[in-house]
């Protein structure tokens, strides 16, 4: 127990020697917390409040062409211009405009669209007023619309989902209309507006909860997981720095030809470096609690389940520790470990889902997100600070964590055999 001690004691005295390595292991992760988590709430508050400049060219200079208008400036999500400058808009002039990045979207409502949908309109009366089946329109409708070449995927089919929206309900109001008036024409009884009530059939979203539970998931609450696993595994760099100093300045050896057993070595190890991971999670939960809120975001919540993060702490702190004393014994200099640790610790977080959720993977992704560590340790977080689960649901997450530590001990302890071997 006095080796043990003596042992804990050198290398506490390593790491707090090591000012900048320190400042990093603690000051990183509370950086990075703050800093990703007010751009992440931030980015989803700019989509609901900035308006999207959009361009639109309307040729149509009739009913469906100022419906049509009418209904994009009254959504609200859009910030409409018909002019570049004092300048009238061209279609020429549009698709430019937008290429160039100076708009986001352009709307051309081409020529005569109110007049061939009239002519639609009165083929379908006057079919169905003779027991006639018109099967298709002839005169169709087609609008241009011009994107933004650098918009992601994913927003252009946001806002293509959007402008179908508003489309169908304009064409709906419009060929209501239509259908009214034509009938009027040929009907001897005058009919009124057919009016129909919208939104007839509702949608009530909600976050799927366990009886009981009161943490609702925001950008708060998914952060802290996702940073807090990515801090407690940069411990790596510094683990298996302070390995590699050993070795090379011959402490090492000197504490072999003490009463000194490896096993006892490799404890001093685990013990300072899991206070060191503890206390890095204790930051980021207490900014994500109290420090968070000051920059106006939600505050973390925990739900009391103090013992269920301890223990994935615990178990994540065990993996990590285990995966950078690997490193630091088979890796033969300080820029092997640091550069071999920095790159798979980036590789494991993004393959984890720290950076992109899994979910959005491709298939074979996913499934290698399944062998990364830092996708034990998130599951199990997301698990407290997101699904409210308590410390038995976290088992899984925490076996896996171990035996991954265990088998990095053991790749460790192999290597110093071979090499003390070697040596002989």
């Known amino acids: 127990m006095r080796s043990l001690k003596s042992l804990i004691y050198k290398d506490f005295l390593l790491l707090i020697r090591d000012k900048a390595g320190l400042a990093m292991l603690f000051l990183m992760p509370v950086i990075l917390v703050a800093i990703m988590t007010y751009l992440q709430d931030s980015t989803f508050r700019s989509v609901n409040e900035t308006k999207i400049p959009l361009l639109l060219l309307n040729q149509d200079k009739d009913s469906l062409g100022a419906t049509i208008e009418k209904q994009i400036k009254a959504s609200g999500i859009f910030q409409v211009s018909k002019t570049i400058g004092a300048k009238n808009l061209t279609k020429s002039d549009l698709v430019r405009e937008v290429a160039n990045g100076n708009c986001m979207i352009g709307i051309i409502i081409p020529e005569n669209a109110t007049e061939n949908i009239r002519k639609n309109v009165k083929r379908y009366v006057f079919g169905a007023f003779n027991g006639k089946v018109i099967s298709n329109a002839t005169d169709s409708v087609e609008m241009e619309i011009y994107i933004d070449p650098i918009t992601k995927n994913s927003f252009r089919a946001t806002l293509m989902s959007t402008l179908r929206e508003y489309a169908a309900r304009t064409e709906s109001d419009f060929i209501f209309n239509e259908i009214t008036s034509e009938v009027n024409k040929l009907s001897p009884v005058p009919i009124a507006d057919i009016h129909l009530a919208r939104n007839q059939v509702k949608f009530k979203e909600q976050y799927a909860?366990?009886?009981g539970s009161t943490i609702m998931p925001n950008s708060v609450q998914h952060n802290v997981p996702a940073w807090s696993m990515f801090a407690i595994f940069f411990i790596v760099i510094s683990l298996a720095g302070n390995i590699i100093k050993e070795r090379d300045d011959g402490?090492?050896?000197r504490l072999l030809t003490m009463p000194c057993p490896y096993y006892l070595y490799i404890l001093s190890k685990i013990a300072v470096y899991l206070i060191v991971c503890l206390l890095q999670l204790i930051a980021v939960v207490l900014m994500g609690m109290y420090v968070i809120p000051l920059l106006g975001l939600p505050s973390l919540t925990l739900n009391n389940h103090y013992f269920a993060l301890l223990l994935m702490g615990v178990c994540s702190a065990l993996a990590a520790i285990g995966y950078g004393i690997a490193i630091g014994k088979i890796a033969t200099t300080h820029q092997q470990?640091?550069?071999f640790g920095a790159i798979s610790v980036v590789i494991m977080a993004a393959v984890g889902g720290v950076w992109i959720p899994v979910f959005i993977m491709p298939q074979p992704m996913q499934l290698l997100s399944r062998i990364s560590p830092l996708n034990w340790g998130l599951e199990g977080f997301y698990t407290i600070f997101v699904r409210d689960g308590n410390w038995t649901s976290v088992l899984p997450?925490?076996?896996?964590s171990v035996l991954f530590s265990i088998l990095c001990i053991a790749i460790a302890?192999?290597?110093?055999?071979?090499?003390?071997?070697?040596k002989r």
Do not use: T
């Open 413 to 422: 302890v192999f290597y110093h055999h071979k090499n003390r071997e070697g």
């Open 337 to 339: 470990a640091s550069i």
């Open 397 to 400: 997450e925490c076996a896996v």
């Open 251 to 253: 402490s090492f050896n």
């Open 209 to 211: 909860r366990l009886d």
